[in-house]
């Protein structure tokens, strides 16, 4: 059980921003929202993690609801080596949980 | 640091037969675990360890064992192999596993193919 609920897949333009949504409505107070993305024949790598307040960091920007049931992974201007899979995960932790995450196109 | 080392890349293994998949990480961490990609699919949790000598299951751990003799190194052995087990195993490191403050840092893979 993932605990949460991301999009199959979404499509964007190069240079463009990309606002990958997540649910997790079951969320506990102490769980914190990772995001992890997966390149092609990589392992995933870590993105951005936060509890409450929105985080920024050099590879993207994470908006957190404030009632903490929602997530959006912001990527301010696509590239195609943005091209992946991306993994948002509720806790983190023990036993970290993936779920089959959104896959990113991104176009020319 | 070369961070979370694996090896081999590739392997390819006959029903029955052993391995083992090696997984090295040199950044201290206290945390390991396995997880298994099947083509298509997220990843799922095998085995994991908070520490040497500490060992628990994940999600899927039937077929595979583990073993945390030292800080560094987490292998993961195939006792019998089925085809069953063909997908891709990615290990992974975190400082802390008990801190969902501290990320995951994972290796390249081993794509293991069992006919």
């Known amino acids: 059980d993932a605990k949460t609920t991301q999009p199959n897949s979404m499509e964007s333009n190069e240079e463009e921003p990309v606002h990958l949504p997540c649910n997790h409505s079951t969320i506990s107070g102490t769980d914190y929202i990772h995001w992890y993305r997966q390149l092609p024949s990589q392992g995933p790598e870590y993105v951005i993690h936060?509890?409450?307040s929105n985080v920024n960091n050099r590879m993207a920007s994470l908006a957190i609801a404030e009632d903490r049931k929602s997530s959006t992974l912001i990527l301010h201007r696509a590239t195609l080596r943005d091209a992946a899979v991306y993994y948002c995960?509720?806790?983190?932790?023990?036993?970290?949980?993936f779920g089959a995450g959104t896959r990113l196109f991104v176009k020319a | 640091n070369a961070g979370v080392t694996q090896t081999p890349k590739f392997q390819v293994l006959k029903t029955g037969q052993s391995m083992t998949l090696q997984c090295a990480q040199d950044m201290n961490h206290e945390y390991m675990s396995w997880y298994r990609q099947d083509p298509g699919m997220g990843l799922r949790l095998i085995h994991y360890s908070v520490g040497a000598g500490i060992t628990d299951q994940g999600e899927v751990p039937n077929g595979y064992n583990v073993s945390r003799s030292t800080t560094e190194d987490f292998p993961l052995r195939l006792l019998s192999a089925a085809p069953s087990q063909t997908s891709v195993y990615f290990c992974?490191?975190?400082?802390?596993?008990?801190?969902?403050?501290?990320?995951?840092?994972f290796g390249n893979g081993t794509r293991l193919t069992v006919t």
């Open positions: 936060g509890l409450t």
């Open positions: 992974a490191s975190s400082r802390t596993g008990d801190s969902p403050n501290s990320p995951l840092h």
């Open positions: 995960i509720r806790g983190g932790g023990f036993k970290t949980i």
